[in-house]
């Protein structure tokens, strides 16, 4: 009984880093599950990713919302040039490109990601302490885009005269 106990509470311990494995391409939406009538862009994974897919795309469960993986629209942008982004893996959609720069306000070196699973991004900027998950939290970039070429049609019936 007390080895079940202490397994319990071992795995109570483990909880908050899941280690996953990416998801296929097209288990990633196509529309912004939040954002209506917009383009999903890319999902990204705050904890460190790994050389293949079937280890990257790992997720804090941890009770902060800056550590789960994310969903970034069409048009996302994000400045945090007194912290990190961090992103250790990510699923950019296809038509669309995500950038990570190295400063804040979408300066410096300019890290582009197209269409594809991105299982290790490794990013230049390390040592966020805006996270709760631990030394697996990813490096990351000072500020992020993400921008689709795709674009809604209007299916708004017009008069021709």
């Known amino acids: 009984m ?11 311990l483990l909880a908050p880093v899941v280690k996953a494995e990416c998801p296929p391409l097209e288990d990633v939406p196509v529309m912004h599950p939040e954002e209506e009538d917009t ?3 890319a999902r990204r994974y705050s904890l460190v990713g790994a050389d ?7 997720a804090c ?3 902060h919302e800056f550590d789960w ?3 970034n629209y069409d048009g996302y942008k994000y400045n945090n040039p007194n912290g ?10 296809p038509g669309c490109t995500f950038y990570g720069f190295s400063q804040g306000d979408y300066l410096g070196t300019v890290y582009e990601y197209s ?19 631990g030394d697996d939290y990813a490096c990351g970039f000072k500020s992020v885009k993400c921008r689709c070429q795709q674009k809604l049609i209007s299916c708004v ?3 021709g005269k």
């Not at 007390?2 to 109570?12: D, K, V």
């Not at 961090?86 to 959609?93: A, C, D």
């Not at 699973?117 to 996270?131: D, F, L, Q």
């Open 84 to 93: 990190q982004i961090g992103i250790g893996s990510m699923i950019v959609l």
């Open 69 to 71: 993986d994310y969903d």
């Open 157 to 159: 019936p017009e008069d």
């Open 61 to 63: 469960q941890a009770e």
């Open 52 to 58: 293949h897919p079937v280890q990257g795309c790992n």
């Open 39 to 41: 383009f999903n862009c």
């Open 2 to 12: 007390h080895h079940r106990l202490a397994y319990l509470a071992l795995l109570g």
């Open 115 to 133: 269409a594809g699973t991105h299982s290790n991004v490794k990013g230049p900027i390390c040592g966020s302490t805006n996270h709760n998950c």
